[in-house]
């Protein structure tokens, strides 16, 4: 992602891009390790704008009664890749929502790693008040049918 340079064409997508327009786009769910997650008869959802240099992404997922929630770390690919950043553990931080239906909602942050492909989910609590750690199919709670989870990021694209 670049800003305008002298002598380029402005085109509608470029103008869109600029004033922040919504574009839909359908993530990939992944995990970091273990079995993969399958959407099933789930729901995928998400967009982002382009607004000059940065880029805001949401992300929602709801669990059906077909979905599986794989064996590692939640991941969602991103819509283009995040630029790099002055520290390899620094990383642009967004916010997160779960919520275990009927029971409870679990806050948490989300956190694109500088380069970084994917977007992770973070609590700081979960069900059983352990440490904080990646959201995954037991964290912050055992995800089941009709549980979802929200996520929105702004991040600066490579």
Not at 22 to 37: E, L
Not at 96 to 114: E, K, Q, V
Not at 146 to 152: N, T
Request: charged share 10%; net charge neutral; hydrophobic share 35%.
């Amino acid at each position: 992602m670049t800003n305008w340079l002298a002598g380029q064409k402005i085109t509608a997508g470029g103008l869109n891009n600029d004033a922040g327009q919504w574009t839909a786009y359908t993530p990939t769910w992944t995990s970091s390790s273990g079995a993969a997650p399958s959407l099933g008869n789930g729901t995928l959802d998400g967009e982002y704008s382009l607004n000059g240099s940065t880029c805001t992404v949401r992300i929602a997922l709801a669990g059906g009664s077909t979905t599986t929630w794989g064996g590692g770390q939640h991941r969602f690919a991103l819509p283009f890749t995040a630029a790099s950043l002055a520290n390899a553990n620094f990383g642009y931080i967004g916010s997160a929502l779960g919520s275990d239906l009927g029971t409870a909602y679990y806050p948490g942050i989300c956190r694109i790693f500088g380069a970084g492909t994917f977007v992770m989910l973070i609590s700081p609590t979960t069900a059983t008040g352990s440490a904080p750690a990646e959201w995954n199919a037991t964290r912050p709670f055992t995800w089941g049918s009709g549980d979802h989870l929200s996520l929105e990021i702004t991040y600066k694209p490579a």
